[in-house]
C-alpha cells in the first residue's frame, strides 16, 4: 500500500485556517525571502492551471485574487506524524517516503481485512480524525502501489492487481513511474518509449545499453516484477540531522553567523534529545551570493547533544575556512555520525579538570532540556533566542509575531 496525504500542505493550512476552504489558496516560499515559489495549492487553485514550484508572479497572473499562505513546517512535521500514527494501528512495517507520503507492507495484517478493507478504514480515519485527505494505493509491489496512489486523487483508493495491471499501468506515460524524471524520459522518447507498456516492451538490454543499471531496473518495474521490501524505519535510524536557512539579505556580520548557526543548532538539539541520539561529527555548508557552496566537518568530542556545543563547533569551521568580508546567503548545520547517548564513553583526561567540565555540560544539558518542556508545553514560539528576533536575518519577525 503506497498513502499520499493530498495537497499536504495546503490541507495542513486549512485545518489550521478553515476560511481557506473556500478560496484559492496556495502555500508559498516568501518572495522577500528569495522563496517566492509555491510550495502546494488547493483544489481551487488548481483550477486556474497553479502548478507547484512556479513563481508566485506567475500563479497571481493567473489567478489574481489568489490567497498566498505562509508554511508552517513544524506543523507539518506534526501533521506527518500524526498520520504515520494511524498507519501503526495496522502494521507496524511503515516506510516514509517523505514528509506526506508512506509506503505500508500489510502482509501480517490480512486477518484483520483485505487491502482495500484497510485502505478504506485508513482513509476514513486520517479524515475523520485530522481533517485531511489521504489517496492509496494498493498493490501486489512497490512501484505500482505509488502509480496507484497518483492514479485518482483526491481522496481515493485505486487497486493494481496481478490481473488488471496491464489495462491501468500500461496506457500511462513513461514520466509517471517512479524514478523516471524528466531528462529519462526524453532519453526514452528518443527510443519512441512513451507509455509504461513501450517500456514494458522494450528490450532489457537496449535499456542497459542506453541507461546503463537504471535501465534494467526501469525495465523491471515497468514489468511489474519490483520486489524490493517496505524498509521499516525508526526515528532513531536517521544518519545525520541537518537545518539550513536562506537569510533575507546576504550577511557578512560574524555576529549575526553566530546568531544564525545558534538557531540553527537548538532545532537539531531538540531533535537529537528527542531521538536519544548524540553527534560524534559536525558539518556546516556555506552557500555565497553566486550559489557557490563549500561543505566542511569537525569531530565532536565528545559526541554532544547540546545545542551550545554543536553551535561552538560550527562556528569554529565558519571562523577557519570562511572569508570574513564575504557575503553568505544560506548555512547548513549538519549532525553526523549519531550514537545512542546511552552508549557514548568518554576517554579520561588526568590533566584537565573532569568534574567542573562535567557540571558545566550538566547545567547545559539540563537547561536545554527545560527549553525543550517550555516548547512543548506553549509552542515553539514560547521562547526565541534574542538575536534572531528582526534584523537582518528573517528568522522572527516581531511585528508579524513570524517565525521561519
Known amino acids: ?40 495549492k488547493n483544489d481551487l487553485a488548481k483550477g486556474y492551471g497553479i502548478v507547484t514550484a512556479e513563481t508566485v508572479f506567475s500563479a497571481k497572473k493567473k489567478c489574481p485574487g489568489l490567497v498566498i499562505a505562509s508554511p508552517h513546517h513544524e506543523k507539518y512535521q506534526e501533521y506527518s506524524e500524526k498520520v504515520n500514527a494511524i498507519y501503526a494501528r495496522y502494521t507496524d512495517m511503515i516506510e516514509p517516503f517523505g514528509i506526506d507520503e508512506s509506503w505500508l507492507d500489510l502482509t501480517a495484517s490480512s486477518l484483520i481485512g483485505s487491502g482495500v478493507e484497510i485502505a478504506e478504514r485508513i482513509r476514513e480515519d486520517v479524515k475523520r480524525e485530522l481533517g485531511i485527505t489521504v489517496s492509496i494505493g494498493v498493490s501486489f509491489n512497490k512501484v505500482f502501489a505509488k502509480l496507484g496512489s497518483d492514479y485518482k486523487k483526491p481522496d481515493a483508493i485505486t487497486v493494481i492487481s496481478k490481473d488488471n495491471y496491464k ?34 516492451a522494450a528490450s532489457p538490454e537496449l535499456l542497459t545499453l542506453k541507461l546503463g543499471r537504471a535501465g534494467r531496473m526501469l525495465s523491471m518495474y515497468a514489468r511489474g516484477e519490483d520486489n524490493d521490501p517496505v524498509e521499516a524505519s525508526s526515528k532513531n535510524d536517521a544518519k545525520s540531522i541537518g537545518n539550513g536557512y536562506t537569510f533575507r539579505h546576504d550577511i557578512v556580520s560574524r555576529e549575526e553567523c553566530r546568531a544564525a548557526i545558534a538557531h540553527l543548532s537548538e532545532i537539531i538539539g531538540t531533535k537529537l534529545r528527542d531521538r536519544g541520539l548524540c553527534c560524534a561529527t559536525v558539518q556546516l555548508s556555506i552557500k555565497d551570493e553566486y550559489l557557490r557552496t563549500i561543505q566542511r566537518n569537525a569531530p565532536q568530542v565528545p559526541p554532544t547533544d547540546i545545542a551550545e556545543e554543536i553551535a561552538s563547533t560550527a562556528y569554529s569551521i565558519l571562523c577557519r ?19 545512542k547517548n546511552d552508549t557514548i564513553t568518554e576517554q579520561i583526561d588526568f590533566f584537565g579538570d573532569r568534574d567542573q567540565l562535567d557540571e558545566k555540560r550538566k547545567r547545559r544539558g539540563k537547561r536545554e532540556l527545560a527549553v525543550d518542556e517550555i516548547r512543548k ?19 522572527y519577525d516581531s511585528k508579524n509575531d513570524k517565525k521561519h
Open 1 to 40: 500500500m503506497h498513502c499520499d496525504c493530498n495537497s499536504f500542505f495546503a490541507s495542513v493550512e486549512t485545518v489550521l485556517n478553515p476560511e481557506y476552504k473556500n478560496v484559492p489558496m496556495a502555500v508559498c516560499g516568501s518572495v522577500e525571502d528569495r522563496h517566492g515559489i509555491v510550495l502546494a
Open 167 to 200: 489495462k491501468i499501468v500500461y496506457p500511462l506515460p513513461v514520466s509517471s513511474l517512479l524514478f523516471v524524471g524528466r531528462k529519462t524520459a526524453e532519453q526514452l522518447r528518443m527510443l519512441a518509449i512513451n507509455t509504461i507498456g513501450d517500456l514494458a
Open 321 to 339: 575556512e570562511w572569508n570574513r568580508d564575504k557575503p553568505i546567503r544560506m548555512i547548513t548545520v549538519t549532525a553526523a555520525n549519531l550514537v
Open 377 to 395: 508545553k506553549f509552542g515553539s514560539d514560547a521562547i526565541i533566542r534574542a538575536s534572531v528576533i528582526d534584523g537582518n536575518l528573517g528568522i
